[in-house]
């Protein structure tokens, strides 16, 4: 599976650079036990293959008040949830505040409001892609393509890394401007950066 190589490829270079926030991610979750929790919590949502591979690389990051966001930023907007978090973060967005459609699941947060999400729903034109929700940025309440897939995602996480537009300063993540244009080279489907 390509996701399950990005992963191990953006994994390693993390390590590389010590990044602290590799050091805070969670061991993993597996389907079975995603699967109960959503039924649990009532979520009309089927994980897919990509969702399963993610949270059997880490369970999330253990998030701390007492840290920095950009310590726990794995990337621009990428706090990894833990699954948990993120089955109590679509609760309260789409059954409570009915801010998000059903269909996206959120995967990681700023830290700030936004949040990247994945669309579940195998009926969709967006299926299996990766959602910004950030009113500020996008003027509003409607989410936009961002990556094409969980799996651009880390790739063009680790392009940016490795063309130095992504870096660790003093313990703290870092974009630079050049970021944009490798974002929009790696997912020319995505809405976002056709604006």
Known sequence: MALMGSLHNFHEFLLSIDHPAIAMLNGEMDQQNMDVLFLSKD????????????????????????????????????????FEMAVETYQIFVHQEELWNKKLFPLFTSGGGDFLLIDLEPTSPTYNMIHLYAPTVLLGFESKTIYDSLDHLFITALACYEQGEYCIKDGLFHANEGASLICAKLNPLSEFWKD
């Open 43 to 82: 979520i009309d949502l089927k994980g897919n293959d990509d969702l399963y591979t993610l949270y059997g690389w880490g369970n999330g990051i253990q998030m701390s008040r007492e840290m920095a966001l950009g310590q726990m930023w794995f990337f621009e907007q990428g706090i990894f949830l833990s």
